[in-house]
């Protein structure tokens, strides 16, 4: 009898063990109206950890969907990423190196985990397989990876020579930035490929830091493609660009960006809805498609149709990729306007004009409109902030030109530093300030030229004579031809497509993809938009939320002519 209660007590003491090892998470029935976040907050827990424990939940899971949740009365000493079977993903590292740790290869990792990306997320939590001889690996040794370097993660089928084509780089580079290339290249070496572009900013700026988790994203993407209607009031391309080229393009980059980010690790589900530039159609998806589980829409095309859809969605963030006239008499509490406001350019070039004044000359240039006379109003009253500008000459045409001898007059050449600013979008007026200025010699005179905008009245005018005047104007795109990141999304699309991508596709590639990381790294779009300004391919994105109204991008390039023809990003 005694060794009978002996073997009870002894199955009662493993079964404690047992449950006690299971204290770190517990299950949780979701209830309904509840979501990931409110139960994270409910909890006790960030978001991002509970979706990393349920990947494939979404974030408004159905009521009576079991999740794992951390157990709030687990003892926090006991550490799981101290656990030998477990590890807890720390900032930088990557499968290689993990797996470099534990002697175990990637792909035995990726099994054990249900991995199907190359990338993990900081804070993460994965199962180290124990060793076997299949999944055994040589211990290599890893240098510590440079936060401003390119890196690229080997896969199978990478060979040096396809490395070299894709970065644009020469055998010696990449031998000469990684050494243990030497003894050859390795399934899961994490290489370096290049440097960073350097950004060109105040140092004080909150820039945005990309970074991939694993939580599920799904994205609605409403676009024109059949054209049943073209509303003459919201066509406001270029006429060169046909609506169907606009649509298939900015169609076309916007999967180049998920495409990117999949591989990167990310989840994303997307539906595609053609709303056949017709109002009827947009109504139908309204009342047929259920978007409670859609993180964010981008569309549709036009403004209006945006602001439609924005006020039938509850808080599911719309984003209207397109500039619009009447944007500024258009608003939502979710919507969200990628394009600047005009007013703004103005805005950016009396603010530099401000910070970087030492006295020059100031030439305001205009006509005699109403626009023009209010431009000429306001940036007299922005520079007149600063007490130490006195000497502004205004000048506009007479019989319909500015003659010659006008500027020579007004031109000073003592001091001989010389600040023309054109407030005019006249054509003739344009040509008379580019022409006469940008043959004047510059031995006795220093002359710079600032616009509030480069539009359609620059079209006939010499680049030459804009790069001697230092030419210097605020614009909404800038496409840093130079950028290791642009020509790495260039060659994508071209390597897709087999051309290179219009500046819509640029659009397209720039809107998915920062849309995409916000919410990836945030609880919601609206949260995601107070991570910091972020610089893509063609748009920068500065996200400012009014109290009242839409969430309105400021990114603003200023833009400079250099004396070899080059344009720069000098803010």
């Known amino acids: 009898m005694k060794t009978l209660k002996l073997f009870f007590l002894l199955i009662f003491m493993v079964s404690l063990t047992a449950c006690g090892q299971q ?41 009576n969907t079991v999740i794992i949740i951390p157990n709030k009365n687990y003892n926090k000493s006991e550490n799981l990423g101290a656990n030998k079977n477990f590890h807890t993903v720390l900032k930088q590292e990557t499968l290689f190196s993990i797996s470099q740790k534990y002697g175990v290869t990637v792909d035995a990792i990726k099994k054990i985990n249900n991995l199907t990306g190359n990338n993990l997320s900081e804070g993460r939590i994965i199962q180290i397989p124990v060793k076997t001889v299949e999944n055994t690996q040589e211990i290599v040794e890893v240098e510590e990876i440079d936060p401003n370097a390119i890196m690229h993660l080997v896969v ?64 609605v993407l409403m676009l024109p493609y059949i054209l049943k ?18 649509v298939t393009d900015f169609h076309s980059g916007a999967l180049i960006a998920i495409d990117s980010l999949r591989r990167q690790g990310m989840r994303i589900r997307l539906k595609v809805m053609d709303t056949e530039n017709s109002f009827s159609k947009i109504s139908s998806f309204m009342k047929t ?37 009447t944007q500024t008499n258009v608003s939502s509490n979710n919507l969200v306007k990628v394009a600047p406001n005009k007013s703004l350019l103005e805005a950016k070039m009396a603010n530099y004009l401000l910070k970087t004044y030492k006295g020059e000359k100031i030439i305001i240039v205009g006509d005699s ?81 600032f616009a509030f905008e480069k539009g359609d009245n620059f079209d006939d005018v010499s680049n030459t004579h804009l790069a001697r005047l230092n030419f210097t104007f605020p ?43 916000r919410l990836s790294n945030a609880d919601d779009f609206n949260e995601g938009t107070k991570q910091g300004v972020s610089t ?18 400021k990114g603003i390039f200023l833009v400079q002519y250099q004396e070899n023809l080059e344009l720069i990003c000098i803010d």
């Open 23 to 63: 204290k770190k998470y517990i299950s949780y029935t979701v209830k309904q109206g509840e979501t990931i976040k409110s139960i994270a907050k409910k909890n006790g827990v960030k978001t991002k950890e509970l979706l990393r424990l349920n990947p494939d939940v979404s974030r408004r899971p159905s009521p």
């Open 156 to 219: 199978k089928d990478d060979t040096v020579y396809n490395l070299t084509k894709k970065y644009e780089i020469s055998e010696e580079e990449l031998y000469g930035m990684n050494p243990t290339l030497k003894d050859g290249l390795k399934l899961g070496m994490n290489l370096r490929v290049g440097e960073k572009t350097p950004i060109k900013n105040d140092e004080d700026l909150n820039l945005f830091v990309d970074s991939i988790t694993s939580k599920p994203l799904n994205i």
């Open 229 to 246: 209607t073209i509303d003459d009031v919201n066509f406001e391309f270029k006429k060169k660009n046909s609506l169907l080229n606009i």
């Open 289 to 325: 498609y259920n978007f409670e589980n859609v993180d964010a829409i981008i569309g549709p095309l036009f403004l209006k149709n945006a602001k439609y859809v924005s006020n039938e969605v509850g808080n599911v963030p719309v984003i209207a990729p397109i500039y619009s006239k």
């Open 369 to 449: 409109t109403i626009t023009s006379n209010r431009k000429i109003l306001s940036l007299i009253t922005s520079l007149k902030t600063n007490n130490a500008v006195t000497d502004i000459t205004i000048l506009k045409p007479k019989d319909g030109y500015i003659a010659k001898d006008r500027f020579i007059k007004a031109i000073d050449t003592i001091q001989k530093k010389n600040w023309v600013i054109l407030v005019s979008d006249n054509f003739n007026v344009t040509s008379d300030v580019v022409n006469n200025l940008g043959v004047m010699p510059l031995e006795k005179r220093e002359i710079k030229l």
């Open 475 to 517: 614009q909404t795109d800038f496409i840093d031809v130079l950028s290791v990141e642009v020509r790495s999304f260039q060659k994508m699309y071209k390597d897709k497509n087999h051309i290179r991508p219009s500046e819509y596709a640029s659009k397209g590639f720039d809107v998915m993809y920062d849309t995409l990381l």
């Open 536 to 553: 893509r391919v063609i748009i920068k994105f500065d996200y400012s939320k009014r109290f009242f109204g839409s969430t309105e991008n």
